[in-house]
């Protein structure tokens, strides 16, 4: 993608600014949450980043903006939801971890219809260096615009999420970060677009790249 183009397509998800980012500015960030990371030797940093600190508030909400070849689309998150989840991914975000990648997985069947991201090399590979628990009450759900992170099991939780672009009947063992609040018709057109897997479920016929993430 050209300089102008990418510029353009920036200029686009920062006017979403004004018409999404209704949340006042978080004076008191108090409460907060001791979170636990754990190092994972054995799956390294896909990208260079330190562990979070351990400290994550667990009040208000942080919006994240993504441009991707598809479009732009912003990410309302919710800190007194998933205090941890979302400190990791601003995180991630402020260590230009998710900026250059590609999403590996598309699906779109009965039972599944998300986008999965955060994986540096290739669908369930490379993650952040670590990981951390799930932050789920069992009554979790996962419909249209629903962001959550996905997993290898419980407390396996690092830089891989979901977006769900129509819906997810699946069990209640994913972390909600939050919701996308503008930019849905981004994911309908990657679903336009096809998916190379008969079953529905595998590498977008065209990748999916996202170029830049930030938060605000």
């Not at 190092?39 to 260079?48: E, Q, R, S, V, Y």
Request: charged fraction near 20%; aromatic fraction near 10%; glycine fraction near 8%.
């Amino acid at each position: 993608m050209k300089l102008p183009a990418l510029l353009a397509a920036a200029l686009v998800a920062t006017t979403l600014t004004t018409t999404t980012a209704s949340a006042a500015p978080d004076r008191h960030p108090r409460p907060v949450v001791k979170c636990e990371f754990t190092p994972t030797p054995d799956n390294p940093a896909a990208k260079p980043v330190r562990i979070p600190s351990a400290n994550a508030r667990a009040k208000g909400t942080v919006d994240v903006y993504f441009v991707t070849n598809y479009g732009p689309f912003v990410v309302r998150m919710d800190r007194a939801n998933a205090p941890c989840g979302v400190h990791n991914f601003v995180h991630l975000v402020q260590s230009r971890f998710y900026d250059a990648t590609q999403c590996f997985r598309l699906t779109n069947s009965a039972r599944l219809g998300v986008l999965q991201c955060g994986d540096i090399y290739r669908q369930e590979e490379g993650g952040p260096g670590y990981k951390f628990p799930d932050e789920v009450t069992g009554q979790e759900t996962y419909d249209r615009g629903t962001v959550a992170y996905g997993n290898q099991g419980p407390g396996t939780n690092g830089s891989e999420f979901f977006v769900v672009h129509s819906f997810a009947h699946i069990a209640p063992n994913y972390t909600v970060l939050g919701h996308v609040v503008a930019g849905m018709s981004t994911f309908d057109r990657m679903v336009a677009a096809g998916i190379a897997d008969p079953d529905q479920d595998g590498p977008p016929a065209k990748p999916i790249r996202i170029f830049k993430v930030w938060t605000r």
